[in-house]
């Protein structure tokens, strides 16, 4: 890994460059502590959407709940994944981050005290933006730091949020049908990561000439490229998030237990596989990797829904699906940052961002209208179909073989 060196006393004050250019134990350091909130992002998600017939049940609502809960859950994500990627170019990343995390500490507690419908939706939207303004900053914290190191860096994002998912389904199983424990864990742990996060990142994060840079800036052939692969992901994930739990316990009428081993299967490949995939993508061009990503996306979107009650075949098809997921929009969100001037990182990453939730909002609703078809037409069409278009957009897209970081800390 190379790690570019500078003169550390030219600048007043620390900021996360400097640290992170000062040795490789701050680097790792930086980037492990930015990656936690990945995490509890993955965890609520698995806690809410795989209990989620327990939840909705709870409320008194009927399944088609599912999907609006769903779509506004990644409303709130929408519309602020623009302001987290905004910020991170124009205000403090770390107050940004620790003000996201607060509001998702929060309502992921919220989620598990929700007694009607109107406090569900609401405790989700607010999630939501809790997590669509620390997602765009924190992939763009780690992605920005070194052009060299932008794959691996962003791939303890995605780690991290494997991580997440593969605990959600099997530390709320135990405690169903009665859910609200897990939530509170999740509150905790967001409180334990706001301290963490405060005594360790630097207030500032780099310093480098001011550049007035327009918004068109970020529209570089790529960009556009990866926003429509990138919004179709969008629905095909939230097709997923939203219904797939349901189709492995009604659908196929498979028992909790087994279930939540399938499921948690899609974190256990984002676990295994970020790292690698990231290294990939620093060593061999993002442009490829990410639509290996895709690839592997669209081979579990597909194969999920076409093995019926194979729970061999399931887990694996998850498992392709999650190394696919672990890793793609952060690799996405570093080929944006490799593609547009060093002082719009944050704002391409936020509209990416943006984009793919704006696809997210479709997802469980194309899902639940196609639901009288039956589960697998459903998640062939939402995810398969989706899939496949998302992965040939990526082969439209060109290779960035030169930095465009400006290291002047």
Avoid at 371 to 385: D, H
Avoid at 394 to 402: D, G, H, K, M, S
């Amino acid at each position: 890994m190379s790690i570019h060196k500078s003169n550390l006393e030219s600048s007043p004050s620390p900021t996360v460059r400097s640290m992170a250019q000062k040795s490789r134990t701050w680097f790792l350091l930086i980037v492990l502590i930015a990656a936690i909130p990945a995490f509890l992002e993955g965890f609520d998600s698995e806690l809410y959407f795989f209990g989620s017939p327990y939840i909705v049940h709870n409320v008194h609502a009927t399944a088609a709940l599912l999907g609006s809960v769903g779509t506004g859950f990644a409303l709130g994500i929408a519309i602020f994944s623009i302001v987290g990627g905004y910020l991170f170019d124009r205000f403090s990343v770390k107050y940004t981050v620790m003000l996201s995390v607060t509001i998702f500490a929060v309502f992921t507690v919220m989620t598990g005290y929700a007694t009607t419908p109107a406090t569900l939706f609401l405790a989700r939207f607010l999630v939501g933006i809790g997590v669509g303004i620390f997602q765009p900053a924190i992939v763009a914290l780690l992605g920005d730091i070194f052009f060299e190191t932008r794959g691996r860096a962003v791939s303890a994002f995605a780690i991290f949020f494997g991580g997440g998912l593969f605990v959600g389904p099997l530390l709320i199983t135990p405690f169903l049908p009665h859910y609200q424990t897990p939530f509170i864990i999740s509150g905790v742990a967001a409180v334990i990561s706001l301290i963490v996060f405060y005594f360790v990142i630097p207030r500032t994060y780099k310093e480098v000439e001011k550049r007035t840079i327009r918004f068109s800036g970020i529209f570089h052939r790529n960009v556009v490229i990866l926003s429509g692969s990138i919004f179709m992901f969008g629905i095909v994930l939230f097709g997923y998030l939203g219904y797939y739990s349901d189709y492995l316990l009604k659908g196929l009428a498979l028992s909790p237990g087994v279930a939540a081993g399938i499921a948690s299967m899609g974190g256990l490949g984002g676990l295994i596989c970020a790292y690698p995939i990231g290294y990939l993508a620093d060593r061999f061009g993002r442009k490829y990797i990410v639509s290996l990503s895709a690839l592997l996306i669209m081979i579990g979107s597909l194969g999920m829904f076409s093995v019926s009650r194979n729970v061999t075949a399931l887990s694996v098809m998850t498992f392709a699906f999650g190394a696919g997921w672990g890793i793609y929009v952060d690799l996405v969100a570093t080929m944006g940052q490799d593609s547009v001037d060093d002082s719009i990182a944050g704002t391409v990453t936020g509209w990416l961002f943006l984009v793919f939730n704006v696809g997210a909002l479709l997802g469980g609703p194309i899902y639940a209208a196609l639901m009288p078809s039956g589960f697998v037409l459903a998640g062939l069409v939402t995810l398969g179909l989706s899939s496949v278009i998302s992965l040939v957009l990526t082969l439209l897209t060109r290779p960035v073989l030169e930095s465009n970081i400006i290291l002047s800390d």
